[in-house]
T-cell receptor
Framework: AQSVSQHNHHVILSEAASLELGCNYS??????LFWYVQYPGQHLQLLLK??????LVKGIKGFEAEFIKSKFSFNLRKPSVQWSDTAEYFC???????????FGKGNQVVVIP | DTGVSQNPRHKITKRGQNVTFRCDPI?????LYWYRQTLGQGPEFLTY????????KSRLLSDRFSAERPKGSFSTLEIQRTEQGDSAMYLC?????????????FGSGTRLTVV
């Protein structure tokens, strides 16, 4: 079964610091990759997605992610975080042709003003 | 609001009682999903409908759980004889039919607390 690993479950950083969240998946076939964000008290929202093409994907709010197939990774980055980026971030994967989203455990990110 | 709507937002119930949650997907989406999220974990897949047909069920969905989508629009998730381990956030999502390039829109969830 596919699995998704996210490390460093809790991340605390100051405003303007750079953020990188790691995501690794275990499936060797064609995958679709997603990062979702959940702000306090809100529903899961799509940050960005990768299906094919340019492995560097740009999403909303200045986030980007890079798909490295050889490393089975899809790491999320933001060069300069803001207090409003405080949220939980989830990496998720679907296998091509399968509708089931497999999520990682999430990263709780706290940005200190 | 044309997003995915879930009711109720919160439910507190005594152990052994039955509970039912409702999900109204985006109207043009014919795929509907239920997920469960516990503290410190990512959402876990429970079941999936395409129109009114329930096409896939997770092993997490014990025989106390049943989901329906009778007219291919809204869906209900019922838990019978609730247990404390059922306490979680129950998420609904919908997506349009298409290639693997579709993606989900999630609702705000129903938080269940079994006491």
């Amino acid at each position: 079964a596919q699995s998704v690993s996210q490390h460093n479950h809790h991340v605390i950083l100051s405003e303007a610091a750079s953020l990188e969240l790691g995501c690794n998946y275990s499936y060797g076939g064609t995958v679709n990759l997603f990062w979702y964000v959940q702000y306090p008290g809100q529903h899961l929202q799509l940050l960005l997605k990768y299906f094919s093409g340019d492995p560097l994907v740009k999403g909303i709010k200045g986030f980007e992610a890079e798909f490295i197939k050889s490393k089975f990774s899809f790491n999320l980055r933001k060069p300069s975080v803001q207090w409003s980026d405080t949220a939980e971030y989830f990496c998720a994967v679907t296998i091509y042709g399968n509708n089931r989203l497999a999520f990682g455990k999430g990263n709780q990110v706290v940005v200190i003003p | 609001d044309t997003g995915v709507s879930q009711n109720p937002r919160h439910k507190i119930t005594k152990r052994g009682q039955n509970v039912t949650f409702r999900c109204d997907p985006i109207s043009e989406h014919n795929r509907l999903y239920w997920y469960r999220q516990t503290l410190g974990q990512g959402p876990e897949f429970l079941t999936y409908f395409q129109n009114e047909a329930q096409l896939e069920k997770s092993r997490l969905l014990s025989d106390r759980f049943s989901a329906e989508r009778p007219k291919g629009s809204f869906s209900t998730l019922e838990i019978q004889r609730t247990e404390q381990g059922d306490s979680a956030m129950y998420l609904c999502a919908s997506s349009p039919e298409g290639t693997a390039k579709d993606y989900y829109t999630f609702g705000s969830g129903t938080r269940l607390t079994v006491v």
